[in-house]
């Protein structure tokens, strides 16, 4: 049973970094696809980044707008991948999900639709 568990979600003022985690069971981070998305209520969720890490090449994409901002990356022993979220904004504020893909991500790694596995997300709130 496939199982994402996110956590490290919490209040940060604008400017701050926070790390969210998502440590996942059932699954393999090696060579599938693993991303984060964010929802704000009333929104559609809004892919925010994406890692695969397979045997020759690891792959990231972003979406502008957290580009240059926000890092993810991967502990494929402990098959834990990670967001670091830096300078953050007010607009950043939203429930933070990660989700794995049970086949192939293309063409569009930050389409929800690409995914099939979910955590229950981590909030976090960014104040001004």
């Known amino acids: 049973q496939v199982r994402l568990v996110e956590s490290g979600g919490g209040s940060v003022q604008a400017g701050g970094t926070l790390t969210v985690t998502c440590t996942v069971s059932g699954y393999s981070t090696s060579r599938n696809c693993v991303a984060w998305f964010r929802q704000v209520s009333g929104k559609e969720r809004e892919g925010v980044a994406h890692?695969?890490?397979?045997?020759?090449?690891?792959?990231?994409s972003y979406s502008d707008s957290v580009k240059g901002r926000f890092t993810i990356s991967q502990d494929s022993a402990k098959n834990t991948v990670y967001l670091r979220m830096n300078s953050l904004k007010p607009e950043d504020t939203a429930t933070y999900y990660c989700?794995?893909?049970?086949?192939?991500?293309?063409?569009?790694?930050?389409?929800?639709?690409?995914?099939?596995?979910w955590g229950q997300g981590t909030r976090v709130t960014v104040s001004s």
């Open positions: 890692i695969y890490v397979g045997r020759v090449r690891t792959e990231t």
């Open positions: 989700a794995a893909a049970g086949r192939s991500c293309w063409p569009d790694p930050l389409a929800a639709a690409a995914y099939q596995y």
